[in-house]
């Protein structure tokens, strides 16, 4: 073996390689993995210019990958005022009358919880005096809906409602106005796209720092769940001829409905485009949008009477598309919340035959019955679901996302451990800027839930670890190269000071990560080393 770049030691190593499940050192040279084993080896993968560093005692793993993340489109959506500490309309008048008026005078604001609202609907009646005239544009945490101003509907020349070619609604009042209420991505889109952007510069510089920061958290990877407005490319290879991305991104356009032939033919095309530490890999779909938000595709209605709509008005025409992606060897990422949804992608998946195993993938489920759970593995379709997500509800269920469920569904939400015992293969991710991207708390939660998953089944340290690492190596088709520590994967390691198996979810969510690794180029090291 060639001399190694960097030897890492003093280590307990958890590989998730069947083959050798630990070591206590890992030699790493041009980006890869050339050898591992013990202390007594490390002499003979050293040579003048090898850098030995010293774990002292730390648990080394394969690299963290967050298997949802938005980080380039999320600069965009985690603009402006900070909402999501906000728990009520008291608190909010008050965030607003203080809140910071961008060009133009807007107010922007994010991340702000559908229960601050009280069980009121969301309705700019009940802000307008705190913002004194203002535009405004609050997105609500859901990254499905936002609150417009009066003054904010006027600029975009809303006054009723519209028809769009997708499951998207401007929620007007008994009298035919505008509340103010933008439901799904066509209606935001026509506040969203008058809001005072970030320049270049500034996403560039604040892309770079975002996907440092992560890697502090232990994150050498994500999947990204979509491609912006076709400039990322241009960004990322920008940042990557004037230094390196400390992540390594794997990107999905996103396919709408409507979706042509030819702009089928685009994201096929779009598949070949790369940088060193990116490329795009797959396309995202949306069947569905959020319960809160009335969108998610149910089997029965929700409490107010909304969800048996399909996000694709002819859901059909998704099966189809689907079909042509996978008949290209593309794979697929669905949005599917509600048990319709889920159900629906499922057959699509089920009528393309034994080749599509292990392709195509489902976002989110938060509610599935038993009948569903077991086809995930007879079908080698992955779960990639987002633990943090269940901060948002209530383990008394007096949350927007219980009460529009009921009871029954409730009870079943985020049932990670159900579709692993059922066989299934199920990534984790953070979905930020919904939820935050510290990787140690995608962990935690996965296996301490919260709110309405409280109940049921959590996680085990091992299948935690596992979603982040070896199975979203899978979910990304990358399992012969990444989500292990062995020799010829890549170099993606994290070190954690605490074993994130046998660790108390509450003291890993505490604890420091040691050393990030992706690539084989430190991207995080403790101050303390």
Excluded at 73 to 90: F, P
Excluded at 120 to 128: G, K, M, N, Q
Aim: some cysteine.
């Amino acid at each position: 073996m060639p001399a190694a770049d960097t030897v890492l030691t003093g280590a307990r190593v958890r590989t998730l390689d069947p083959d050798r499940p630990e070591a206590r050192a890992v030699a790493v040279h041009d980006g890869r993995i050339v050898a591992l084993g013990d202390e007594s080896d490390v002499r003979d993968w050293r040579c003048p210019g090898t850098e030995l560093i010293d774990l002292d005692g730390a648990t080394l793993t394969p690299g963290l990958t967050d298997a949802h993340s938005h980080p380039v489109w999320g600069i965009e959506m985690a603009t402006g005022t900070d909402l999501s500490a906000v728990r009520n309309l008291d608190q909010l008048r008050a965030a607003l009358r203080t809140a910071e008026r961008g060009p133009g005078g807007w107010v922007v604001g994010h991340g702000l919880d559908h229960n601050a609202f009280g069980g009121h609907p969301v309705d700019r009646a009940l802000v307008e005096d705190a913002l004194t005239g203002a535009p405004a544009f609050l997105r609500l945490y859901d990254g499905h809906s936002a609150l417009a101003s009066g003054a904010a509907l006027a600029a975009a020349g809303i006054t009723g409602p519209r028809t769009f070619a997708q499951r998207s609604e401007i929620v007007c009042d008994d009298a035919g106005h505008p509340t103010g209420h933008l439901v799904e991505h066509a209606a935001m889109a026509l506040v969203g796209a008058l809001v005072p952007k970030p320049s270049h510069a500034e996403r560039r510089t604040r892309l770079v720092g975002l996907l440092g920061d992560m890697a502090a958290t232990g994150l050498t990877g994500a999947h990204v769940m979509d491609l912006g407005d076709g400039d990322v490319p241009p960004l990322l290879a920008t940042i990557e001829y004037e230094g390196h991305l400390p992540l390594r991104l794997n990107l999905a356009p996103w396919c709408m409905p409507g979706a042509t032939a030819e702009e089928l033919d685009e994201l096929i095309r779009l598949q070949q485009l790369r940088g060193r530490h990116w490329r795009v890999g797959g396309v995202k779909f949306f069947m569905d949008g959020t319960v809160e938000g009335g969108t998610a595709w149910l089997e029965h209605a929700d409490c107010h009477g909304q969800g048996t709509d399909a996000f694709w008005p002819d859901p059909g025409a998704y099966a189809r598309a689907v079909r042509v992606l996978d008949a290209a060897g593309v794979r697929t990422a669905t949005h599917a919340i509600g048990d319709a949804a889920v159900r629906h992608v499922l057959d699509t998946v089920a009528a393309l035959g034994e080749q599509a195993r292990m392709r195509h993938r489902i976002e989110h489920i938060e509610t599935v019955p038993d009948d569903q759970l077991k086809r995930f593995a007879e079908l080698g379709v992955i779960a990639s679901m987002q633990p943090p997500h269940t901060a948002y509800t209530r383990a008394d269920h007096t949350d927007e996302w219980s009460k529009r469920l009921g009871e029954e569904r409730a009870a079943r939400a985020w049932r990670c451990r159900d579709l692993r015992d059922a066989g299934a293969v199920l990534a984790l991710g953070s979905d930020w800027p919904i939820a935050h991207y510290d990787a140690r708390q995608v962990l935690t939660t996965a296996r301490s839930p919260l709110g309405a998953a409280s109940a049921g089944r959590a996680l085990t340290g091992l299948m935690a670890l596992e979603g982040m690492t070896s199975h979203a190596a899978l979910a990304a088709g990358e399992q012969r190269t990444a989500g292990r520590i062995a020799p010829g994967c890549r170099a993606d390691l994290t070190a954690f000071t605490v074993d994130p198996v046998t660790a108390a979810p509450d003291e890993l969510g505490e604890a420091p990560i040691r050393l990030t690794m992706s690539g084989g180029r430190i991207t995080h090291r403790d101050e303390r080393m």
